[in-house]
């Protein structure tokens, strides 16, 4: 049975100069978390893993759908880690190679991420999301009450309901740029990801249930935990509480996920039998998906519960998502939708067009950074209202890109910005940005990028 | 001379007292001359009952109907929707269609009903047709969920056989008249747990109907899973939805207090089931309330001083078919979340918007056609 954690080796795959820097950043990183979840494991006197007794197990197998009636005590268990622990390794990432030609102007950036990647610029963001112009239809915009359906929503769901009929997923991703209607969105998300719900995908996910049934894990607790804290509270997603429990327990045991490091710059947390430590042939990895959840981690499945009401196929859009989009969210790279490249672009734009709310908001000791950054480490999710997060979540799998996110985190600053401009404080500002369910996401990005004078 | 409204209440609520201290009214007893009076169902009976023979003058309103119980009492609402079929049924109108299996087509939507102890007779004999199925008992006069229990054998309503030892001319009378209903086993279900749906209509005259549906109503999760298995029948937490008995329950929680809005519902249903069925269901929770209206307008007393929100409680069941399960008079003003405060503040002052033209004093001549901008958040149904 495995009893401590350790480091697994590094594999290089981001190219660049500034790779292993980041590598060290991403270790030491990496090493604390797993320290934190060693001692959790001690304290607690809990093994990372357990047989569960017969017993326990069919009392388990019984109370499968309704998990979230169960009462743990969770009292002792706190979540390895929350998002602002993570904003303070990135903040603390560096460049030591000042020199580049292209950190020139890089010292004039006064935001926190002090990293020089490459990012869009508006006119280059427009190109990109052409799409999202105002000559464009957009439902999130053109399908509200006061504009006759015929100018543009009955086509488009004409155009969808032709889409999915053909099965094109080139041409479901490419449609969805604009949106989707909401009858079609299940299938056209299914469409793009390419899950096609086949009879060993089923076979799949009640494997994994049996593992979760036979063995317990200590971030199942974790897991609990995180959703009693999250989703239970949450004004939309409470109704959903044990389809979280059924997807995420078993995505935790998930090999298959263990695929995605490959194109991760971070690695998995490896795990060895006790008394073989180093010894590779006894190493298995903990959790065996390799992903160690945070806080507010289950918010990543609660708004598909809106769309999946059958648990193995909701579990398999949920693994696509995360290791197509989520992953890069909470892992260290330079890849232009990875966390630290979204941080850097949010700043740009509010440091380049809106130079004086920035400077405003650095002078009382209110990086917004500090504040978006809970915005896109969870895509949104628990922030806006359901209908606008899936609009902005079609958006993401349209462009196969997280930058939306840094995007609409800046048009929220821009459209806030006259409140922003009074506060003096902190918290001040994180009270005229606490409540963004009511903001109506396409409006806010079209005038951000299309009709702002830059 | 335009003076300030004078309000009345019995009912010490904040929603309704911050609404009337916005529109600048004067709080007065309701021994001295007053413009408007908010009342609880017990004081609407006095007012309006023979013996004291209250006459209401011109400017002066009040927020019940005098007979409102037509509707809002169990066995009278059966009893009018009863009587209205078989109206439009004698008068060959296409509404009153039915089925080969005799059903109603359109106009189904009230649970098989019966009075007990009166009905016995033929409630045992629907019974004894489907034996296996659950009836849900509840008491005609009371709210919250109170008195309410469920059954699946006739021994354990025995008490109310007419030919029982134990019932003599006292439990004829109104407080113990209960109504027996077909229970609905399988209601919709969204992550497994059973809902209903509570939404508020405002009705400011019956004869012509002038009736407003709230468009922000709310869907009420029981806090345990559902099951239709007969060991759960005397858990109340899995099968009844009222606020105030799931506030009891182990895992209710008091920031979304297990409420959902009208529109997550829709959200979800037309991303799960479509956006046809999902319209074509909204659409019959419409003609379901207006049909409810219908049946007892002629019978309603449609005393020019009244208007009246009600409280419909409607089960949506897996076939996506909305049963009218109960309309309440004095629909809770209690606010079990802040959010619930905001709905049941903005709900309040759009009713006086509508009710009370203008804030002023009112005139109770008018034509009650109020213009389209002070609907608020009703739509006209």
């Known amino acids: 049975m495995p009893s401590y954690i350790t480091q697994s080796e590094k594999c290089l795959l981001v190219s660049g100069v500034y790779v292993l820097h980041y590598m060290e950043a991403w270790g030491s990183w990496e090493k604390r978390i797993l320290k934190s979840l060693n001692s959790m494991c001690t304290e607690l006197s809990i093994p990372l893993a357990r047989k569960r007794p017969v017993g326990e197990q069919k009392e388990l197998l019984n109370k499968w759908n309704e998990m979230g009636t169960d009462e743990p005590d969770l009292s002792l268990f706190r979540p390895v880690y929350a998002p602002k622990d993570f904003l303070e390794v990135l903040i603390n990432l560096r460049n030591p190679n000042y020199e580049n030609g292209d950190s020139l102007s890089f010292r004039t950036h006064l935001g926190l991420i002090q990293v020089p990647l490459k990012v869009k610029d508006i006119p280059e963001l427009k190109e990109f999301f052409v799409e999202l112009g105002l000559t464009t239809g957009q439902l999130g915009i053109d399908d509200s009450t006061q504009v006759p359906p015929e100018l543009f929503e009955n086509e488009h769901v004409r155009i969808g309901q032709k889409v999915l009929a053909e099965q094109d997923s080139a041409a479901a991703q490419q449609y969805i740029r604009q949106g989707s209607p909401t009858a079609l969105r299940a299938e056209l998300w299914a469409l793009i990801l390419n899950i096609s719900s086949q009879p060993e995908d089923i076979l799949y996910y009640e494997q994994l249930k049996t593992n979760v049934i036979q063995h317990d894990l200590l971030v199942d607790s974790l897991i609990y935990k995180d959703v009693k804290l999250t989703a239970s509270n949450d004004d939309y997603y409470f109704v959903f509480e044990d389809y979280l429990y059924q997807v995420l327990l078993c995505f935790s045991r998930d090999t298959s996920v263990l695929g995605h490091f490959a194109y991760n710059s971070a690695s998995p947390p490896k795990s060895y039998i006790r008394g073989k430590l180093g010894l590779e042939e006894y190493a298995v990895f903990y959790p065996p998906n390799g992903v160690i959840p945070f806080h507010g981690f289950s918010m990543y499945v609660a708004p598909l519960c809106f769309l999946y009401h059958e648990p193995s196929k909701l579990y398999q859009i949920f693994r696509e998502m995360y290791v197509r989009f989520f992953f890069r969210l909470h892992s260290i790279s330079s890849h232009p939708s990875g966390i630290v490249s979204l941080c850097l672009l949010f700043e740009t734009l509010l440091q380049t067009y809106l130079p004086q709310l920035f400077y405003h908001l650095r002078e009382i000791g209110a990086q917004p950074l500090r504040i978006s950054f809970k915005w896109m480490v969870r895509a949104f999710s628990g922030y806006l209202a359901t209908d606008q997060l899936l609009l902005l979540w079609d958006r993401i799998l349209g462009y196969n890109s997280l930058e939306i996110l840094a995007v609409l985190a800046a048009a929220v600053f821009a459209f806030r910005a006259v409140n922003l401009m009074e506060v003096t404080s902190l918290a001040a500002a994180e009270a005229v940005l606490a409540d963004l369910s009511t903001l109506k996401v396409m409006p806010l990005l079209q005038i951000f990028l299309f009709a702002t004078v830059t | ?381």
């Open chain 2, 1 to 381: 001379m335009a003076g300030k409204v004078k309000w009345v209440t019995d009912i010490e609520k904040s929603v309704l007292i911050n609404n009337f201290e916005k529109r600048g009214w004067v709080q007065v007893t309701e021994n001295e001359d007053w413009n408007f009076y908010w009342m609880s169902v017990q004081t609407i009976r006095n007012v309006f009952s023979v013996e004291t023979g209250y006459r209401l003058s011109d400017d002066q309103i009040v927020n019940h109907f005098p007979n409102h119980y037509e509707l809002t009492r169990k066995d009278l609402m059966v009893k009018n929707i009863k009587r209205y079929r078989k109206e439009l049924e004698k008068e060959g109108s296409p509404l009153a269609e039915k089925d080969e299996n005799g059903k109603y087509l359109y106009l189904d939507f009230v649970p098989v009903t019966y009075m007990l102890p009166a009905d016995y007779n033929l409630f045992v004999e629907e019974f004894r047709k489907s034996p296996s199925s659950t009836w849900i008992m509840k008491p005609c006069g009371k709210a919250q969920g109170k008195g309410i229990f469920l059954i699946n054998k006739l021994s354990q309503i025995k008490k109310w056989s007419r030919d029982s030892k134990t019932s003599s001319f006292v439990t004829q009378s109104t407080k113990e008249a209960y109504v027996i209903s077909l229970y609905i086993n399988n209601p919709l279900l969204i992550g497994g747990r059973k809902f209903d749906l509570r939404l508020y209509v405002l009705v400011s005259t019956y004869r012509p109907l002038r009736c407003y549906m709230y468009k922000l109503g709310f869907c009420r999760f029981c806090t345990v899973k559902y099951t239709p298995s007969t060991s759960e029948l005397d858990n109340m937490f899995v099968h009844l939805t009222n606020v105030a008995i799931q506030k009891h329950g182990e895992d209710y929680n008091h920031i979304h207090g297990g409420k959902w809005t009208v529109n997550n519902l829709r959200l979800y249903l037309e991303s799960t089931r479509g956006k046809e069925v999902t319209g074509k269901l909204f659409d019959e929770i419409h003609w379901v309330i207006v049909q409810s209206l219908k049946a007892v307008a002629p019978v309603m007393n449609n005393d020019k001083h009244c208007f009246e929100c009600y409280g419909y409680d409607i089960i949506i069941d897996d076939k996506l078919k909305p049963w009218l399960i109960e309309v309440n008079a004095s629909p809770s003003l209690t606010s079990s979340t802040a959010n619930d405060r905001i709905l049941k503040y903005n709900l309040i002052n759009d009713t006086l918007n509508i009710a009370v033209p203008n804030g002023e004093i009112p005139d109770c001549k008018w034509n009650k056609s109020p213009p389209k901008e002070v609907l608020g958040n009703y739509e006209i149904l």
